[in-house]
Structures are given as C-alpha cells and as structure tokens.
C-alpha cells in the first residue's frame, strides 16, 4: 500500500513549506517533524531526510519534512526577527500548524547539525515536543543564547585542542600541507581557532564551566519534562569534541538516564556521504523510536499496519 | 507557485508548479530539468530561482524531480535513464493539461540537460536550454566515481577503477543506471532543426565566448563539447552558445547554495527571444 505524502503551505502567508508523510493506517505515534541540516532543503543530505520518513511511516509515525524561512522552497521571514528566533518561531508555527491539521498532540523533532540545535532549542521551549533525535549537534545551540563573546567560547577552545590533536600533530603530512594550497583546508575556521588558542586557554575555563552547567540543567528539566533525546555522532566530528567534555561524564554517570541515549556512528561524515553510514543512522532511529510505537499501540490505538511504502520507495 | 504530485500512483512524481502572477501566461510552457545526486541538491535553491524569474517573465513553468530522486517517489536503484525520459514526457503532457499552453520549451542542467535533449527528439518542442550538459556519459561516469572517492577518502582517486561506480556521493547507482550512463553519447541525439537551441556554458566562461555569441569559431577549441556543436551545426541544428556569468553551482559545497541571478536573467532573456 502506498504511503500517502501530501505537500502543505503553511504559517503567516503561507510562505512555509512542507510535506506530510503518513502511515497507510493512522496511529497514536507521536508526529516526527524533520528539520533543515544546514541550507541543504528538505530533502535532506543526499536524501536521507526522504529515506527516513518513508521508513518511519511505515512504522507507524506521521512525519513532516519542512523547510525553514529562505531555505529550499519556504520563502524567507518578512519581520524583523534576528535568525535564531526566527527558526524557532518556524518550528513553533510547524507545530502549531500539525496540531490543527493533522491533529497531532506530541511531537518529535529530528535534526542534523544546525537542524539539530534549532530542535533542541525548540524542544527546551515547547511542551509538545516529548522527544528528539539529535545528530552531531555541536554546542546545543548554547552560543546563540549567551553572550556575543560566547562565539571564542568553551567549544571553541576545546576545538583548538581537537584540532592541535587530530588535524595538525596527527596528520602533520606532506597532503595535509599540500592541502594549505591547494583549497582542502577550512582556512576560516582554523584562523578563528588558533586566534583563539593565542588569547589563551584560562578564560574559556569559566565558560566552559558555565556551559556545562547549563546544559545540564538544562537536560533535567528535559528529563523532568519525560522528553527523550538520542545524540548520534559521526566518530571523528567536532560535536563530539564537545559532548565529551559536556555531557559525557553526566550520561555515563547515569544522571541523564532515561532521557539521554548516545550513538556513535562509525565511518560516518557530518553528510551521510555513504550509504553505508545513511543506513548505520536509520537502524540507530528504528532502535531508539520504536517504544514510541510500542507505547502508542498500548494507549489503545490503531495498531501500526506492516509493511512499507512499496510505492514510494528510498 | 503551488506544489503538485502528478503522474500515475505507482508513478508519482513532485514539482512546483510556478505560473505568472496577475497575468496570462506565455502560450509556451516551461518545463525544468533537474540535475543528478549531489549536484541536483547543490542546484535545487538556482532552480526555486530560475523557475520564479521564468514565471515573472510569463512562462507557466513546471520544475520536478526524477522518478527515485527528491520529493519523487521511487527507489533509485530501480532507475535508469529512460525512466527519466519518460518522466520528462508526463512533465511536459502535465503541464499541457494544467496551463492550456500551445508548446512546451525544456531547460536542463548537466544530465538533465542531457535527458531534456533525449525527450525533445521525441517530442515537438518551443526551444532547447541546455546548461552544461553531460555530453559523455562515461566521462560523467568516471566524474561521480571521482568526486565519491573525494568524499570518502583521504588520498588520491586512481587513474582507473577497479570495481564499477555503485553509490555516487550518497546516492545509490544501479546496474541498469550505470550501463545507460556508459552508453549515453549526446552526439547521437537527433536534435530538430527547426528549434532554437542554447548551449549555456558556465565551465568555460573565461575561454572567450561571449553572450549571444553563436560563431562556431569561438567553439573551436578540441573536446567533445566542441566536436558535438560542431556535428550538430553541419546537421543544421541551430545552436548557439553562451558563457552564462556564474560558477558551476553543481560544484558548490553544501554551505554554499547559490542562485546566479545574473546567469538566471540571461537564460530567461533567451527564452523570451526564442519563444
């Protein structure tokens, strides 16, 4: 049986978009509403965003895949909200637009790199949200919520050690030299890095430390709430830099139990340039949503109909 | 603009269909001609782009992803060139039925370019944008096999291959897919003589050719592109070239997703003239 997708306008103007994919049976899942990685549209980086809506339609959840203000095909903010609040309040509009639509009552957000900022971002704001899946998320969005000089802050000093670590010392050969000239370098980012080393390592120890609480805090009033988190990471990324010295100590601990799960994805780049690390994401997702399902069969719904979209395929 | 499925159920394909607004639109319709793989993605916010300039300059115009790519249904794997062909055929019959339009022009870029050529010889059409087209298959072939072993590892991509192309950069190629590709000679294309063709090049836009420029000597140069002008000019086929002022937005990285307004205004500017 065909999976159903159907293509909405949405928000002031209706100058949002996004598209509606939907069980063949209708379930009591929670909606899963699929975030821009970067400016890539909604289709997601080499379509990974489409793979994982059919899949997960045909477990039972309605997902939404939507493009924020200026990204794909939504048009861009006509007020004067700054780029952070503004996101948020797209996903607020998305939310409040599935309530009445689609009688959606919990949601769950997904997110790839700056995707997955804005969702926990919208998670820590929304009541709704009871859940998200969160890959590589760098600092949470943490800078965009203090300080301008947040943007030399811990995760950047940490970075510097990352990058001294693994990109300088370890792989200090004739093509990484080669690759000064030749453009396979981020020049920007490693300037704004050893710039930031040279200010010195001491002041970003406060930071860091305010940061960590923060996130903590932040990560039990998630916990209080009953909303769930998986971190997916690629092995070698910068985000993962920052978990560890964030959150990791806390997981591990057991302090986040119940509402933190962590995967590292192996041989994975922040863009899912493999097929093979495509699939290594999607069966961590099946693993992690599935009591999702579960829990919504038990509440008395339509039980999830079998199989999957064989109309509309990966 | 206003999203549309359109196509049979176990065919179904998504695009947007853009039409002028507060006016009439063009009796000739506009039919857009996706990219491949990554670099569709790279070109996806260019043709938001070049779909909205075409509709503001009249043309009712209908932008859509391939059968297995995109918002389209379908698995990739399964696809193969004529799939697309096809696709590009139901485009045209849709955008017929929703515009009431007397013809249809095709744009494409890179191997939509190429699949627009290979459904215009066989269907009538108003015009012919080609934006650097795939003119040899293997050759692209070999491209992908190159740009995914970039991707994917740290040293240098041999001068051959030992295995054949199955993923191209997160997308999956198929052994069908993969022989049509290998097949796939543009020079072969039988082009009508009767309609306007635009070579628009951005790859070689500092080598001298110039806007509205449609003198084979500036062509002239040795390569299949230019050994294909050339087949094409002595059967008659009116084509003429221009260097479109803009990078190869299929080449872009994924923090870079330009839309070459500048090269958009041109191509639409010829549109106009040609229909």
């Known amino acids: 049986m065909l999976t159903r997708e159907t293509p909405l306008l949405f928000g002031r103007h209706h100058r949002l978009f996004g598209l509606l994919t939907e069980p063949s049976v209708a379930t009591a899942a929670p909606m899963v509403i699929v975030l821009n990685a970067g400016l890539i549209h909604r289709v997601g980086p080499r379509r990974l965003h489409v793979k994982l809506a059919r899949r997960l339609a045909a477990q039972g959840f309605p997902v939404f895949r939507m493009d924020l203000s200026g990204i794909g095909d939504s048009e861009a903010r006509r007020d004067a909200l700054s780029a952070v609040d503004g996101v948020r309040e797209d996903v607020r509009e998305a939310i409040d637009f599935l309530s009445q639509h689609a009688r959606a009552r919990e949601f769950l957000l997904f997110g790839i790199c700056s995707g997955a900022k804005i969702s926990y971002q919208s998670a820590l704001r929304d009541a709704r949200v009871v859940g998200g899946v969160l890959v590589d998320p760098g600092d949470f969005g943490q800078q965009a919520t203090t300080s301008p000089a947040a943007g030399d802050s811990a995760f950047v000093q940490h970075y510097v050690k990352h990058y001294w670590r693994n990109v300088f010392a370890k792989k200090f050969g004739w093509k990484r030299v080669a690759g000064w000239f030749t453009g396979k370098a981020n020049y920007a980012y490693a300037r704004k890095v050893l710039a930031t080393q040279l200010r010195g390592l001491l002041k970003g120890g406060s930071e860091a430390r305010a940061t960590k609480s923060t996130l903590q805090k932040e990560f039990e009033e998630l916990g209080a709430r009953g909303v769930r988190m998986l971190l997916a990471y690629g092995d070698a990324g910068a985000s993962r830099v920052f978990y560890d010295m964030m959150l990791r100590e806390s997981v591990e601990r057991g302090a986040l139990a119940g509402t933190v799960a962590v995967r590292v994805l192996p041989d994975t780049n922040h863009t899912f340039v493999s097929l093979g690390s495509q699939a290594e994401l999607l069966r961590a997702v099946d693993e992690w949503i599935a009591p999702f399902a579960r829990e919504a069969r038990r509440s008395g719904a339509v039980a999830v109909a079998a199989g999957g979209p064989s109309g509309a395929g990966g | ?275």
Do not use: N, Y
Request: hydrophobic share 45%.
């Open chain 2, 1 to 275: 603009m206003e999203p549309v499925f359109f196509g049979p159920e176990d065919h179904s394909l998504f695009g947007w269909l853009h039409l002028p607004a507060g006016r009439a639109p063009r009796r000739t319709a506009v039919v857009l001609c996706h990219p491949f793989g990554q670099e569709f993605m790279l070109a996806h916010r260019a043709f938001h782009g070049f779909a909205r300039l075409l509709a503001e300059a009249g043309f009712a115009t209908l932008r859509f992803d391939w059968w297995g790519t995109g918002d389209s249904h379908g698995d990739l794997e399964e696809a193969r060139l004529e799939t697309w062909t096809r696709d590009v055929a139901l485009a045209m019959r849709t955008v017929r039925e929703r515009v009431k339009c007397d013809d249809v022009a095709l744009a494409g870029m890179r191997l939509g370019a190429t699949l627009a050529a290979l459904a215009g010889a066989d269907a009538p059409l108003a015009a012919l944008l080609l934006w650097d087209p795939v003119v040899d298959g293997a050759t692209f072939l070999r491209e992908l096999q190159v740009a995914h072993w970039r991707e994917t590892r740290s040293d240098a991509p041999p001068a051959t291959f030992d295995a054949p192309l199955t993923e191209a950069s997160g997308f999956p190629v198929g052994d069908r897919l993969r022989d049509d590709l290998r097949a796939l000679d543009l020079g072969a294309t039988p082009l009508d003589r009767d309609v306007p063709v635009l070579w628009a090049d951005t790859q070689r836009s500092s080598e001298g050719d110039t806007a509205g420029d449609a003198d084979g000597d500036a062509v002239s140069a040795a390569g299949p592109r230019d050994a294909l002008l050339r087949t094409w000019r002595e059967r008659g086929v009116s084509v003429e070239v221009q260097s479109l002022p803009a990078p190869a937005v299929w080449e872009e990285d994924e923090q870079r997703v330009l839309v070459p307004r500048l090269a958009l205004e041109g191509a639409v500017r010829w549109m106009e003239a040609a229909c």
